[in-house]
């Protein structure tokens, strides 16, 4: 096979589900974080795989929330990306989507695709409490509730907003201050919503963060967000992907240059050369993973030093956090990057 292999373990992501699960207080909704393909791991059998436990799925885009439905999924999908048209609107009425209102203008779109498609569409209010990237606060937030109040075709289910530095106690306890005032108030407007603040990082960070329910993202694929380093022992949680690729030809240095770069005069004795470059999600100068390549990784393969017989299987990492270390980047992104061009082998125990 020329392709590199994901292998992706759903054992360990139920298991990590029922970490994060006992942390939470009875009736606290759980909604799993399925976007960006499930940070690479793939949205559809992670999804599959959590229907009946999680309370529901977060996805970024309508389009990603179609392809959950068109996999078999039931439960509530969120849309984190507010719509900005009237086709996104009117498919996420048309498949079930729970939309996010974050202005008058997304509660327009939101409202027109709901008459379009003839029937109500479920909002979640998205409130900006110090992140600074979506949503409303104060007297703009309270003239989009009343504005919300008065628009047909639109229900609202919940209030979200998102903590930007989790492990700051301080920073995160004056978010919760103004998100709880802002719940409070939409609860009164509209009845029994499920008002939520706290990803992986804030679900950790404690109760007073939890709210009606949490959103677990990277903790389910085995991960901790910066700054939640301390709870690695107690948690327990275990990475879900691990990464391989293959060896294609291995030769004796002949001298001149190693993939693109001068080799300086120094002799690399055997060289391996592997399926992995930049293209599969690797940063160019950031050595991929245990192969340990030298020089700069080519588009589609690198370096190494050694022998092996040809297609033998060589693994890239079991944990994305070292190569995220290598990359000088965090392990959401390498985990949604190096999946891209995988294919994907799925462990089912």
């Known amino acids: 096979m020329q392709e590199n292999i994901a292998v992706i373990s759903l054992k ?28 690479g791991h793939g949205a559809e059998r992670v999804s599959e795989t959590l229907e009946g436990l999680a309370d529901g799925f977060v996805v970024t885009s309508v389009r990603e929330g179609i392809a959950l439905r068109a996999s078999g999924v039931q439960g509530e999908i969120l849309v984190l990306t507010p719509p900005i048209g009237l086709d996104d609107a009117f498919l996420a009425a048309a498949h079930g989507l729970t ?23 479920a909002v979640h209010i998205k409130v900006n409490t110090g992140m600074n990237r979506l ?55 509209f009845g029994g919503i499920v008002c939520h603040l706290a990803a992986t990082g804030g679900t950790l960070a404690g109760q007073r963060f939890h709210f009606d329910g949490v959103r677990i993202g990277i903790g389910l694929y085995g991960y901790l967000p910066g700054g939640f380093e301390g709870f690695a022992p107690a948690l327990g949680l275990r990475p879900a992907m691990r990464l391989y690729t293959h ?19 120094a002799d690399y004795g055997d ?36 022998r092996a017989k040809s297609g033998q299987r060589r693994a890239v990492f079991f944990s994305a956090d070292k190569v995220a270390e290598d990359c000088k980047t965090i392990s959401y992104e390498v985990l949604c990057a190096a999946a891209k061009r995988a294919v994907k082998i799925y462990e089912e125990c």
């Open 247 to 265: 060896v294609l030809q291995s030769h004796h240095f002949t001298g001149g240059g190693v993939g693109y770069a001068r080799a300086d005069g």
């Open 99 to 121: 939309l996010t209102v974050c202005s008058a203008s997304a509660l327009r779109f939101a409202a027109a695709g709901a008459e379009k498609d003839g029937k109500p569409v």
């Open 135 to 189: 949503g409303l606060c104060g007297a703009p937030l309270k003239k989009l509730f009343s504005l919300t109040e008065r628009t047909d075709g639109v229900r609202v289910r919940g209030i979200y907003s998102h903590l930007y530095a989790p492990a700051d106690a301080e920073a995160s306890d004056a978010q919760r201050c103004i998100f709880e005032s802002a719940a409070e108030e939409a609860k009164d407007r």
């Open 12 to 39: 360990n992501i139920r298991y990590n589900f029922t970490v994060f699960k006992k942390r939470l207080c009875a009736g606290t909704k759980f909604f799993a974080v399925v976007k960006a393909d499930a940070y």
């Open 271 to 306: 060289l391996t050369v592997c399926r992995l470059g930049y293209a599969d999600g690797f940063l160019r100068s950031g050595g991929g993973g245990r192969l340990r390549a030298i020089g700069n990784l080519c588009m589609d393969g690198c370096v190494r030093q050694g």
